[in-house]
């Protein structure tokens, strides 16, 4: 019976690692296709598709110069703007509307926010399985939960069994856990646990990655003083729009994949006594093994 738990949690495991493996990379391929597609948006959209957005922005431009020229034309022509076609034709046609009052023709490209939007999912992807790892950790091993924080008479019975409380425990931990840095959560593992993960400082890349997802979701992706502080870069200045390159994304991404195998291979050894040939279809530092879990 503990053997079968075992093997089960491990398999387990294993699919959270994949999950959270082909969510970075299909994150790129998106990404890097969506970048493609709407790049001088847009012509190179589909042909019923942009056959639709174009229709609607001449009916569009047709109601306008009627309106200028008849004040009741607004009523005759209206009729003739048809947004119902595509669901890309309205947001497309705003779009165009708000590049033209501002005059700012960047707001039409697309890939600035195509890359960040990318950078913030693979990291997500980090965080989620972190979460997971940390609490195959904790079913495996529940003394790690042992620590000096009190739980109520109340919450033990709320539990209804010792399973439910070790249940519930864990998703407390795990999701404090989240709470922390990067580089705090690795020092956590590396000095709460023992686990051999390779130091920070191997790390160093991803840590300014989620620096950089912190100012795209909070300060509009603009450089904040607080990023200056925390990445001690020189080469952007306050206030400055941080744009992602395409390279750069792919550098994270496969930085991320990494850091996820890092993880896997160093929690299957140590509470599953996994042997590194014992790994399959893991994306391990020097390469992939050969057999099976």
Known sequence: MAETFVLELLRGYKRFYYDAVTGIQRGQVASMVSALVLAEFPSKLPVEVKDEIIKAMKGFAAMIDDTLQEQEAKEKTSDGLNT???PLTW????????????????????????????LVMTLAHIDG??????????????????????????????????????????????????????????????????????AV???AMLE????????????????????LARTGRADVTLGEDLILTPGYCKE????????????????AEKFFEAKKTDLTG?????GKADDTI
């Open 84 to 86: 119902n076609g595509s």
């Open 208 to 227: 300014e990655a989620f620096q950089i997802r912190h100012i795209i979701v909070h300060n509009g992706g603009r450089v904040s003083k607080e990023f």
């Open 91 to 118: 947001p497309s046609l705003k779009l165009f509307i708000s590049a033209a009052l501002s005059k700012d023709s960047c707001s039409l490209d697309f890939g600035p926010l195509l890359f960040q939007q990318g």
């Open 201 to 203: 400082s191997e790390y």
């Open 252 to 267: 994270i991404a496969a930085q991320a994949e990494l850091f996820c195998s890092d993880v896997f291979v160093c929690i």
């Open 282 to 286: 893991i994306f391990m530092r020097g």
């Open 129 to 198: 399985f972190l979460s997971e790892s940390f609490k195959v950790i904790f079913r495996r091993e529940p003394r790690v939960l042992r620590r000096s924080k009190q739980l109520t008479w109340e919450d033990a019975l709320a539990a209804g069994s010792y399973e439910k409380l070790l249940t519930t425990l864990s998703e407390q931990y795990a999701f404090e856990l989240g709470w922390k840095t990067l580089s705090q959560r690795i020092e956590w593992m590396r000095d709460e646990i023992n686990l051999p993960l390779h």
